[in-house]
């Protein structure tokens, strides 16, 4: 083999080396520049699974501030119902108590109002007394002592349907409460603080003393 040959084989053969080493380099490139690319890859998603747990552990307590707002605002309207429940029954509470309160008012304002009437009547049931009392046996029978006597009864059976009552003073024992004692006398027949006589009649209403008798006591 001439040294020519030689030459040119060992040339071809350095070619296809170096054409060798450089598929060889190219490769190793690429495969490091996929590794690359893989490793970018998993560093993206493990940046994003981090969010998405942030995201899944913030969706509870999210959910929970919402109902927790919500509970919130069920306990507010409970407070306010309760507050005007209570307000409702202290109002009832206070009418009732004003009811009763005008009612007795009226009824006493009627009974002095009654009273008052009844005072002013007494006087005129004094003189028909007064005026039969001075009439003789004689005169008992005409007919106007009659009539008076009629409308004396008839005043007298008026006042009782009212509520007025006579009372009861001669042989009762001295009741301060119902009597006025403005005469004494010594009386062996009659026992202590024993009413005698009556020189005016008294009067009660509904329980109330209208006009005191005037008494005369025993002992």
């Given amino acids: 083999m001439d040294e020519e040959s030689v030459e040119v084989k060992t040339t071809e053969d350095s070619i296809q080396t170096e ?43 999210e959910k929970k501030g919402i109902f927790g707002k919500k509970k919130d605002k069920k306990d507010k309207k409970d407070e306010q119902i309760e507050e005007l429940t209570d307000r409702l029954k202290r109002t009832m509470a206070e009418f009732e108590n004003f009811r009763k309160r005008t ?9 002095v109002g009654a009273k008052t009437v009844i005072e002013k009547l007494l006087p005129t049931v004094d003189n028909f007394e007064r005026g039969l009392q001075a009439v003789s046996e004689e005169e008992k029978k005409s007919s106007f002592v009659e009539g008076m006597d009629m409308v004396y009864k008839q005043l007298l059976s008026s006042l009782e349907e ?12 001295f009741d301060p409460n119902l009597h006025n004692a403005v005469m004494h006398e010594e009386n062996e027949e009659l026992g202590e603080n024993i009413v005698s006589d009556e020189l005016q009649k008294g009067y009660i209403y509904r329980e109330t003393v209208v006009r005191y008798s005037m008494v005369k006591v025993a002992n």
């Fill in 19 to 61: 054409e060798a080493l450089d598929d060889l380099a190219e490769g190793a490139k690429e495969e490091v520049e996929v590794k690359e690319e893989i490793e970018d890859a998993e560093e993206v998603d493990s940046e994003k699974e981090p969010v998405e747990t942030e995201k899944d552990s913030n969706t509870p307590s």
């Fill in 162 to 173: 009212i509520g007025v009552k006579q009372i009861e003073a001669v042989g009762k024992e």
């Fill in 103 to 111: 009612a007795k008012e009226k009824e006493q304002m009627f009974e």
